[in-house]
């Protein structure tokens, strides 16, 4: 802390005070004033400012002498006798005010208790003591403090967060929340605040523990992370949640808060965003020991008519005891006479004066503190002889004092001339904070003039207050300034006629667009209320886009959908054609945003309005976008209707003349219906041709769903290494909307190959990185359980994939239940088929039957991705089953059955398996040359394509064959060729992976090892 005059510069905490109020100053101009100040005494020169603040960037140099006059205006200081900041002109400046160190953690000192003319609170202020004192022993304090406009709620948050930046270890930050448009940025305060940790003096360690901690949180401020680690960071929070955002950043503060203690203030939380309520609510809730205390303030009543969830919230932490609240009532009489009392030290007041005061702002702070202002100016009190005393009788005053705040702060306004009672009209349509460069524009008049005129207001403290200057990011730099108090700024909007507050709003959006580019969303949110509020709906709608995707890239996709509900109400407004095409636009990133929070039929809901809509409108391109989009939610939960979702879109595109367009289209949609609905082969030959003219097209644009579609593909002909090099490619590098189900999407199709190719071990370890990943990001591992469960089944673990899907069945999930549902009972029709072996038991065989017919029918089990490759399963079960019971009848049937679906796949795994069962009733029924000839056929497959799961089966089989024909050679290569596949698969996992052993002591496969065999497994193990 450093002392100057009547200011104390707070480097810890970024803040210039002057007695207990904090002087707003924008970053950088506080910058440029700690560096003065911590080289005070001496001439520092615009070269060494200029190196020391804007170290990277080319800077003008005018820009420093901008910063300085603001520096001067906020400290008062005097162009002609400086006593703050001395020119030394053509060589720099010079800080001259004497400026001492101050370090106090003695309550007891005396400069501990600054100057304050807060009066009546004492009780509030030793209750925020006492809790500050629980939060310093690791209890977490979180405080809500209530009370009307201007009833003081800041003042005294002020005068605390003060109070606690004197204890130099504690680091303090305080959040915003913004009427209007505030509202609609998730985590405005949160980020407001961290913001400043991030600019203060030990940012690094602050930095540090985001990186370490929440990744999700330093990824919102691109300036802190570099260039070579931004990838590394996409990819680390891949697929994250809300509840992880959350989750992370309770996390880093209590991490912090280990270090030093957090004091964090949230104003004026009845403007609060959803998200960041969560955060409170999480935050309140967390049991870890912390050294945090959380205060907000809020206005009961703006929280009843916004009906913000923060009373529910609040009501709840109550209820529980996990907060406190603090309800500031108004002044009585003896408090206002004390506020007189050190407002005019030496006075000769008559003491019906404080009764006067009372009377009139029924004890409210601000009105008190106005009316007292009020009569100063008009010359009621004045400083005369070394003591103030009031020039009327009282009873001449009284009649004078306007009845309400309201008529009080009105009555202020009207005595303002002409020209500054415009700026100000202007700045109060701009907001609570304003800058000369925004109004300018509005008013048509120069920036420099509107500068001098708002600086001649501040001096006169009138209104408004200076905060500085502030670097635009087009370049230009300009004078910021903000309402003394909000009243004063809705009292000065309220006067103005709608027309002009229209006019205004307009032309500032229209200012503000400049700023918006690409790495500049955040004012996209505030661009679109002035459009709004000036009754440019397109242009508002268009930015509520923009704003909606910053709410998706800080993964609040509920807030998200929230803007975009409110911009569809906005498209009704505009003109047809226009307001159809960004309404399909909306709907669409409502499906998106639907589809990321897993929320499926809601999402294929919004797609399909969208396209309904784009269709009405004739806008083909958004219709056949709409309709592809809905493939994705309707393929998890009704596959027939994305199939015909995406027919509709190619039928669209053949109108188009857009060949990339229709290769596109056509790729998709034979795709998805080879995956969702049947493989047939003509569809097969359509969604490789289509992909072979994208190819020739040279087409970069292909959206990364259709490829997976496509990749797919290719694994279920057997192309495994194209398969698995498009799936790698395909997971995605950036987190959006639709990321989380791309990278699901990529993952689930790279299992489906490697599990093809047996190497369930590398399957195995996706499925727990990936389950490890879904626990991080707080989101459901559904697909990783589904995937475990299918490689249980291959290892011949039938219980165990059993019981993997019957827990995924008794947990909620929003996910569709037909893969596990389906995976349990082949997985227990197997079981049966088992214990009918060793217990000779014929009624397992008929409940295994029973199981697979389950499986078969589409009425107990509606089709979900590649059910069909399920379906196939089952009849191949029930061959089994009934082979076993020796029905050789039924089993041939059924085997047949099976064999034709199989070829009419292009599945080398199915044909293999198809060939095998083949031969193996043709040695039931002992046709020795049908026998020989399927296994030929199955051994061809196993020997073109890498797919050792079918290979060990058609090889042991073969060995069986060849044995019953006393081929004992040729038997016993195929044993061994069986057995070098069994250990292709099972050295798939590492050494002493439960599953691997279990797979190689399971009963087939027991029984194909040799002695020799045993011998090099025991040797292995
Ligand atoms: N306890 C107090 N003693 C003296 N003056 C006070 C006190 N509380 C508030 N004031 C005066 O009232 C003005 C308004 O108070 P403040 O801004 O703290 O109100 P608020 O409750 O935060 O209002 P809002 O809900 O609008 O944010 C202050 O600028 C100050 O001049
Ligand atoms: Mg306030």
Known sequence: MRLFRSFRLDSAN????????????????????????????????????????????YVNPELIKKYILGIRKVLGDQHDKPVYIETLPKRGYQFIAPVTDHVTEDPQDPSYDVISNMVGRSGPVSELQAAFKKALRGQRQIIFVAGEPGIG???????????ASHEAKVRTARGQCVEGFGGKEPYYPMLDALGQLTRNPDSGAVVQTLARRAPTWLIQFPSLVKPEQREALHREILGATRERMVREICEALESLSSEAPILLVFEDLHWVDPSTLDLISALARRREEAKLMLVC????????????????????????????????????????????????????????????????SEGNPLFMAAIVQDMMKNGSIVHDDEEWRLTRPLETID??????LQQMLEVQFERLNAPEQRVLEAGSVEGEHFSAWAIANALAEKIDHIEDLCDELAARQQVIKAIGIQ????????????????????????????????????????????????????????????????????????????????????????????????????????????GAELETQVLEFIGDAHYALGAMAESAAAYEAAASRAGQAGLKGAQVSALSSMVRPFGLIDPDRGIAAIGRAVEVTRSMQDPLLLARMEMLAAGCRLLYDSWREQDAVVCQSAHNQLKELGDKGTPPFHKMIYAHVQALQGNYIEALELF?????????????????????????????????????????????????????????????????????????????????????????????????????????????????DKGQNDRAIELFNQVRDPQ??????????????????????????????????????????ALETADPHLQALAW????????????????????????EIVDRFEVPVAGWQVHATAWRLYQSRQQYAEAESHRERAQADIFKIADSFPKGEPLRESFLSAAPIARIFSPSAERRRAADG
């Open 14 to 57: 970024q803040c210039l005070w002057r007695g207990e109020h904090r002087v707003p100053l924008t970053p950088k101009a506080f910058d440029v004033l700690r560096y003065l100040v911590e080289h005070s005494g001496r001439l520092v020169t615009q070269d060494e400012l200029l190196e020391a603040l804007w170290p990277e960037t």
């Open 153 to 163: 709620k800041t003042t005294l948050v002020d005068s605390f967060h003060q109070r």
């Open 297 to 360: 303030t809020y206005r009961p009543v703006d929280m009843i008519l916004s009906n913000s969830p923060l009373k529910g919230l609040k009501q709840d932490l109550q209820l529980h005891n996990l907060c406190v609240e603090i309800a500031l009532e108004r002044l009585p009489e003896p408090a206002i006479a004390e506020y007189l009392a050190t407002e005019f030290p030496k006075a000769s007041l008559p003491p019906g004066l404080a009764n006067l005061i009372y009377r009139h």
């Open 399 to 404: 009649p004078g004092v306007p009845q309400s």
């Open 471 to 578: 670097e635009l990011p087009n370049g230009l730099v300009a004078a910021h300034y903000e309402f003394r108090h909000s009243l004063y700024r809705q009292a000065i909007y309220k006067r103005l006629s709608s027309g002009r507050r229209a006019r205004l709003h307009r032309a500032i959006a229209e200012r503000l667009k400049t700023l918006s580019g690409p790495g500049r969303r955040d004012v996209a949110s505030k661009i679109a209320f002035h459009f709004e509020s000036g009754h440019e709906y397109e242009q508002a709608a268009r930015y509520l886009l923009l704003a909606a995707e910053n709410a998706a890239g800080r993964l609040a996709y509920r807030d998200c959908i929230q803007v975009l509900q409110h911009a569809l109400k906005l498209t009704s407004k505009i003109e047809a054609y226009l």
């Open 728 to 840: 790698e490619r395909g997971i995605p590098t950036l987190n959006q909307a639709t990321s989380l189900m791309e990278h699901f999407f990529a993952l689930s199709g790279k299992t489906i190959a490697l599990l093809r190719m047996g190497r369930l071990g590398y399957v195995l370890q996706i499925v727990r990185d990936g389950r490890e990943m879904a626990e991080k990001n707080g989101n459901d591992p559904w697909l990783f359980n589904f995937r475990e469960a299918w490689l249980r089944m291959l290892t011949l673990d039938f219980e165990g994939s059993a019981r993997v899907c019957e827990a995924i069945l008794q947990t909620e999930t929003a996910y569709p239940v037909s893969q596990p549902q389906t995976i349990a009972r082949i997985a227990r029709g197997y079981t049966a088929i088992a214990k009918g072996f060793t217990e000779l």
């Open 860 to 901: 107990t089990t509606p089709k979900f991705f590649l059910h069909w490759n399920w379906r196939m399963t089952a009849q191949l079960g029930v061959s089994e089953a009934w082979l076993q019971s020796g029905n050789l009848e039924k089993a041939s049937f059924e085997a047949d059955g099976f064999l034709h679906a």
């Open 916 to 939: 095998e069962m083949q031969t193996r009733i043709a040695i039931a029924n002992e046709d020795w040359g049908r026998a020989e000839d399927c296994v030929h056929k199955g051994l």
